[in-house]
């Protein structure tokens, strides 16, 4: 472990120095040169993503995707969500089924906290079949709990341990507390990044260096609450683990709130991955994908001009 | 040179992200399929049992709830009536003539009436049972703890496993069967259950005797029992697996 660390410092200082020795004007990206400005210092090349962020990054890629879908596969063994230690059938919080109209035709009904929506086409009915989630989002795409589960339990190690790793990287490099942690400066601009953000107007110059508050909230807020939870909360639900450590089911409210707040949580991430591959579409898809992958973000310095 | 090793470093991480996406959506199928992958997911089992066991002291009792907890209603699920001409008899005499046989590997292999098995000492445990589908239910069973048997025939030492063969067969008479590690059966609550919320076991819920394997899923917990075989290897019973639901793609370990 203390040798991970090491190494994994070792990237970041390297990271670093190469931050520092980035002359802007020696940037060799073909878009530099597409920009009207002449100046050189208008464009900034910046090291934005060290070695090991990346690699958990793209990690996550398929591991979040296969886990949700298996996830969704176990959940469709049973498809209702509870609170409390037990699941009384007559106590759902939401309940996802097929349901016989007057007329014989079969409807998919999703009932939330005792209000039914007709979700026929992808919930509880879809493809001519009874099943709570339709087949193109689970993993196998038939009906298969044994197979869902050895996807599930397999990843999500795979998961946990890419967790592991990176939260030890972000820790020891101090990515978690410099660059994820909002300062006080942050928390006091609030207010004009939710307006920004509603606008859909976005941070350039030496502001889009660094993440934004609410990029910021996102980021640590999926990274050390959603993960973590996803995670306690699948631990809550397994009988062995509970016996070692009944807190957990005194921390969550019982096996069946561990399996809704695990459901929750789930649906956090979609979320997330829906608005994160949005904002990376919206604000520069190939910068900001060439970033994730080399590292290197540039940066558009606007009425910067060298009138000379 | 650098500005190529960029070039080939992302062409390699494109590639990668290709094959993991198609891998997640329209490949999933395909390696489902395939021998080797469920062969490898499935190691994360022996990972998983591995860790659970290296947390959990070994006596660590599952939660005991109190009256009040107790599910109104304990879903009855996979074989609610074993349908045979044997079992039929025995509901008519009321069980009467129902043993439970310890065999296999022990010292004095031994057999036990129902009478007499309710005549030893018992334990009552309200506990939660988790299907592997997903709920849970709250039931209050009382029943033989399985460590007292052994005590009296005594397991040989290479008896690694019991085998719980059951009454039951499946519509293609396939005989329903589970097993455990020795070891667990001298954990305090896995019991052979005779009585559910005070009342006999109905036929639903495993009359005459069930198992209570208190920190594993649903599926372990074999209904109508009959005998009890200490083994050294799984191998050769049933699928080979170590159970009925084994057989059909559930793992062993079902800590989770």
Request: glycine fraction near 8%; charged fraction near 20%; hydrophobic fraction near 40%.
């Amino acid at each position: 472990m203390a040798e991970l660390v090491q190494s994994m410092d070792a990237a970041f200082r390297r990271g670093k120095e190469s931050e520092l020795s980035a002359d802007p004007s020696a940037s060799d990206m073909p878009r530099a040169s597409d920009h009207r400005v002449s100046s050189p210092s208008a464009i900034e090349r910046v090291y934005r993503h060290r070695l090991p962020v990346r690699i958990s990054h793209w990690l996550n890629v398929p591991f979040l995707i296969i886990l949700i879908m298996s996830g969704l596969q176990i959940f469709n063994a049973h498809p209702a969500l509870y609170w409390g230690d037990r699941s009384d059938r007559d106590r759902s919080l939401l309940s996802i089924r097929p349901v016989q109209t007057a007329g014989g035709e079969i409807k998919g009904l999703t009932t939330i906290l005792g209000h039914p929506f007709d979700t026929t086409g992808v919930l509880g009915y879809s493809g001519g079949m009874r099943r709570a989630f339709p087949a193109w989002a689970t993993i196998p795409s038939a009906r298969w709990l044994a197979m869902g589960r050895q996807w599930h339990l397999f990843f999500a190690w795979l998961f946990v341990i890419n967790g592991l790793v990176f939260t030890a990287y972000a820790l020891a490099s101090r990515h978690a507390t410099s660059d994820l942690v909002p300062t006080k400066k942050d928390w006091r601009g609030i207010g004009k990044s939710v307006r920004d953000h509603l606008l859909l107007r976005h941070p350039a110059g030496d502001e889009a260096k660094r993440y934004n508050v609410l990029q910021k909230l996102a980021y640590a807020g999926v990274l050390f609450i959603v993960a973590p939870l996803i995670v306690l909360t699948g631990l809550a639900m397994s009988p062995m683990i509970d016996t070692a450590f009944p807190w957990l089911l005194t921390v969550f409210g019982g096996r069946q709130a561990a399996r809704t707040i695990h459901f929750i949580a789930c649906f956090s991430f979609v979320g997330f991955i829906l608005i994160h591959v949005i904002q990376v579409i919206l604000t520069g898809f190939f910068n900001n994908i060439r970033s994730m992958v080399t590292g290197w973000f540039l940066v558009k310095h606007q009425g910067v001009t060298h009138e000379t | 040179m650098k500005h190529e090793r960029a070039i080939e470093r992302r062409r390699f991480l494109k590639g990668t992200l290709g094959a993991a996406s198609l891998v997640a959506l329209s490949g999933c199928d395909n390696l489902t399929q395939s021998s080797w992958f469920p062969a490898s997911l499935s190691k994360a089992e022996r990972w998983t049992e591995a860790a659970q066991r290296a947390v959990t002291p070994r006596d660590a009792l599952a939660k005991e709830y109190g009256a009040a907890d107790i599910s109104t209603i304990f879903p009855a699920n996979g074989n609610t009536d074993p349908g045979t001409k044997e079992y039929a008899q025995h509901v008519t005499q009321n069980f009467s003539e129902w043993t439970l046989e310890v065999v296999g590997l022990v010292q004095t292999p031994r057999s036990w009436s129902l009478a007499t098995l309710k005549e030893l000492p018992s334990r009552t445990q309200i506990t939660r049972h988790d299907c592997v589908e997903g709920w849970s239910a709250i039931g209050k069973w009382t029943g033989i703890p399985v460590g007292d048997l052994l005590h009296h025939v005594e397991p040989l030492p290479n008896a690694c496993y019991a085998v719980f063969h059951c009454a039951d067969v499946d519509d293609e008479g396939i005989a329903y069967y589970e097993s455990m590690a020795t070891a667990d059966c001298y954990h305090p609550q896995t019991i052979l259950a005779y009585e559910l919320n005070g009342a006999p076991l109905d036929i639903p819920h495993g009359a005459p005797l069930r198992l209570r394997f208190e920190r594993q899923l649903g599926y372990k917990q074999a209904k109508y029992v009959m005998k009890i075989e200490l083994v050294e290897s799984l191998v050769g019973i049933g699928g080979g697996k170590g159970g009925y639901w084994e057989d059909q793609g559930y793992e062993w370990y079902a800590g989770i």
